[in-house]
C-alpha cells in the first residue's frame, strides 16, 4: 500500500554522502509507489526551540517565523519519517536538530503523532561504528517516546569526502530500506 514518507535530511552537502543515500532511498520508494515529502533542513531557516510553550496557540506549529511550520502539517499526517544525516561532533548537524527539537510542538500542542514508522540514514568518517552513536541513541529513544517503530537504520563509517559513499552498500542498504514501509 502506497504510503506517505517525509523524509528529514540534515547535510549542506548537495552532493554528499547522506544525500546520495537519501536519492537512493527516495527512488525505490518512489518506485514502490510511496509517496515522498522531502525536507532539506540545511537549505531553509530554522531556530532551535524556544521553550515558549505557545506552540500552535497562534494556529501554527511554532510560534515564531521559522521554516518548520512548513512541514509540520505533512510530518502530522505521514505514515512515515526518514531522517537521513552525517555526523557532525559525534552528533547530530545542528540544522536537522532544530526539527527534532520542534517536535515538541505536537507535544504541546496535543498533537497525536503516534503510530508511525521511522527510519535513519546516517555517516561518519570514522571507521568505528560508535561514532554514529551520537546520531543513533536520540533517534531511537525519540522514537520510543514518540511510540514510533523504528524499521531500519542505515550506518554507514568510513567516508569522508564527497563519493567516497560510492566505495561502500551504503547507497544499495538505503534503496532496500524501502522494503520496510
Ligand atoms: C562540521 C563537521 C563535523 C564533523 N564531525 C565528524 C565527527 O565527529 N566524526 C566523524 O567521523 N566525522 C565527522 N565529520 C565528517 C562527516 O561526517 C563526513 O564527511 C560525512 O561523510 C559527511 O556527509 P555528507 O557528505 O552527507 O555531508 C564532520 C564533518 C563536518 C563538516
Redesign the pocket.
Known amino acids: 500500500m502506497s504510503k506517505k514518507i517525509v523524509v528529514i535530511t540534515?547535510?549542506?552537502?548537495k552532493?554528499?554522502?547522506?544525500?546520495?543515500?537519501t536519492d537512493a532511498f527516495i527512488k525505490a520508494a518512489e518506485e514502490r509507489g510511496h509517496s515522498i515529502i522531502r525536507f532539506d533542513a540545511a537549505m531553509k531557516k530554522l531556530g532551535g526551540c524556544h521553550a515558549c510553550e505557545t506552540c500552535y496557540s497562534t494556529g501554527k506549529a511554532c510560534s515564531f517565523d521559522d521554516d518548520f511550520n512548513t512541514i509540520a502539517p505533512d510530518i502530522l499526517e505521514a505514515d512515515a519519517i526518514v531522517f537521513?544525516?552525517?555526523?557532525?561532533?559525534?552528533?547530530m548537524?545542528a540544522q536537522i536538530k532544530c526539527v527534532l527539537d520542534k517536535i515538541f510542538s505536537f507535544v504541546v500542542g496535543g498533537k497525536d503523532i503516534s503510530g508511525k514508522k521511522c527510519a535513519l540514514i546516517t555517516?561518519?568518517?570514522?571507521n568505528?561504528m560508535s561514532?554514529m552513536d551520537?546520531v543513533r541513541i536520540p533517534y531511537e529513544r525519540s522514537a520510543a517516546l514518540l511510540k514510533w517503530q523504528s524499521v531500519g537504520e542505515v550506518l554507514?563509517?568510513g567516508?569522508?569526502?564527497?563519493g567516497?559513499?560510492e566505495k561502500t552498500d551504503g547507497c544499495q542498504k538505503a534503496a532496500a530500506l524501502a522494503n520496510e514501509f
Open positions: 540534515g547535510s549542506p552537502r552532493n554528499g554522502n547522506s544525500f546520495a543515500m537521513s544525516m552525517p555526523v557532525y561532533w559525534y552528533t548537524p555517516c561518519c568518517e570514522e568505528d561514532v551520537g554507514i563509517p567516508v569522508l569526502n564527497v567516497d559513499i
